[in-house]
T-cell receptor, first 116, second 114 residues
């Protein structure tokens, strides 16, 4: 398996622009997580889905952030409009949640976002 | 509710010395515990996990961790540090409510010097 795939790996944009980050989870995994990592705040859980349904979005910082999971193999995190303080590395992770699993999450390589 | 505390945001050791990274957890249910490693400019990678089997868990790259219920600890150790071990290490506990949500500690950055 190719693992969790994220695109783009790097994104540089200007303040006010819309940014869309993409994630393809590992096939067969039915939970998907979006994280943000910064030096100041560390690793933050933004939102997670189970069977394509958002379960908890309490970590989403503002209404400018939105996430969707239209099917089991694709999720997006959108920021509109973007601001310099959104600059961070965004990680996607997936996990199987079948009976007997042990709770491990598998992380993608991340998208480094820079908002100028 | 579950929580994790990692003692020491930065740890520095000499090459060949013992590595000890501390993690204490709080959990209202028997915990599933994890250590992840993050190398520079990479995602998090699972080092090892405890899921109520043996209390001494062996992971990749010579790391191991011991689950001590009486101390609510899950410290990570490696007998002899290598330069390639320099990275950030995260301890995590599985959250309640299913879905495999993980509660992460703040991380410990390990530096290894010659």
């Amino acid at each position: 398996d190719a693992g969790v795939i994220q695109s783009p790996r790097h994104e540089v944009t200007e303040m006010g622009q819309e940014v869309t980050l993409r994630c393809k989870p590992i096939s067969g995994h039915n939970s998907l997580f979006w994280y943000r990592q910064t030096m100041m705040r560390g690793l933050e859980l933004l939102i997670y889905f189970n069977n394509n349904v958002p379960i908890d979005d309490s970590g989403m910082p503002e209404d400018r952030f939105s996430a969707k999971m239209p099917n089991a193999s694709f999720s997006t995190l959108k920021i509109q409009p973007s601001e310099p303080r959104d600059s961070a590395v965004y990680f996607c992770a997936s996990s199987p949640t079948q009976a007997g699993d042990r709770g491990e999450q598998f992380f993608g390589p991340g998208t480094r976002l820079t908002v100028l | 509710a579950q929580s994790v505390t990692q003692l020491g945001s930065h740890v520095s050791v000499s090459e060949g010395a013992l590595v000890l990274l501390r993690c204490n957890y709080s959990s209202s249910v028997p915990p599933y515990l994890f250590w992840y490693v993050q190398y520079p400019n990479q995602g998090l990678q699972l080092l090892l996990k405890y899921t109520s089997a043996a209390t001494l868990v062996k992971g990749i790259n010579g790391f191991e961790a011991e689950f001590k219920k009486s101390e609510t600890s899950f410290h990570l150790t490696k007998p002899s540090a290598h330069m390639s071990d320099a990275a950030e290490y995260f301890c995590a506990v599985r959250g309640s409510g299913g879905y495999n949500k993980l509660i992460f500690g703040a991380g410990t950055r390990l530096a290894v010097h010659p």
